[in-house]
């Protein structure tokens, strides 16, 4: 079966800097991979999807990377924030039949101090 | 609605009891999931409704779990006997093509 690992359990970083959250898998290579947030509480939200045919994808402050050879993604939040922090998951879509259902990883919990 | 709805928010029950969770995904959304979140755990796939399609029921951890999906639209999870491990967040998500939208859960204790 499909095993995720995120970096760190908690990453604390200083207001402004970028924040890089990693995400690591060891067996087959997804079709989609994607990246929540999740505050204390609340279920996670959806912020991007990157497919395997894709090296990167940016929104806003986020940037998302993609290695295939490295089995690998790198989550970026650039001039990071106070309320960038939660904890962020990533997400594996096997893709094909099993299109839509999501292996999840840990998550990282971040801390942006002021 | 807006959003998907969970219900109940919080729910305590004796061990050895029957419970029902709902959950209202977005108008629209074909496919429906339902996962749960342990303390300190990452979420773990349990159903997964798309369209009228048979359900992929892989992740339901014993018979004690069942869901079902009414209309296309409103999703119970029912867990019978529970258990003291069954305690954990219960989170549904709907999609209609990528990019989960999840309730904020109900949180199952059971004494």
């Known amino acids: 079966s499909q095993k995720i690992e995120q970096n760190s359990e908690a990453l604390n970083i200083q207001e402004g800097k970028t924040a890089t959250l990693t995400c690591n898998y060891t067996?087959?290579?997804?079709?989609?991979l994607q990246w929540y947030r999740q505050d204390p509480g609340r279920g996670p939200v959806f912020l991007l999807l990157?497919?395997?045919?894709?090296k990167e994808k940016r929104k806003e402050r986020l940037k998302v990377t993609f290695d295939t050879t490295l089995k690998q993604s790198l989550f970026h939040i650039t001039a990071s924030q106070p309320a960038d922090s939660a904890t962020y998951l990533c997400?594996?879509?096997?893709?094909?039949?099993?299109?839509?259902?999501?292996?999840f990883g840990q998550g990282t919990i971040l801390t942006v101090h002021p | 609605g807006a959003g998907v709805s969970q219900s109940p928010s919080n729910k305590v029950t004796e061990k050895g009891k029957d419970v029902e969770l709902r959950c209202d995904p977005i108008s629209g959304h074909t496919a429906l999931y339902w996962y749960r979140q342990s303390l300190g755990q990452g979420l773990e796939f349990l159903i997964y409704f798309q369209g009228n399609s048979a359900p992929d029921k892989s992740g339901l951890p014993s018979d004690r779990f069942s869901a079902e999906r009414t209309g296309g639209s409103v999703s119970t999870l029912t867990i019978q006997r529970t258990q003291q491990e069954d305690s954990a967040v219960y989170l549904c998500?709907?999609?209609?093509?990528?990019?989960?939208?999840f309730g904020s859960g109900t949180r199952l204790t059971v004494v």
């Open positions: 990157i497919r395997e045919n894709e």
């Open positions: 998500a709907s999609s209609l093509d990528y990019g989960y939208t």
């Open positions: 997400a594996l879509d096997r893709g094909g039949t099993s299109y839509g259902k999501l292996t």
């Open positions: 067996n087959y290579s997804p079709a989609y």
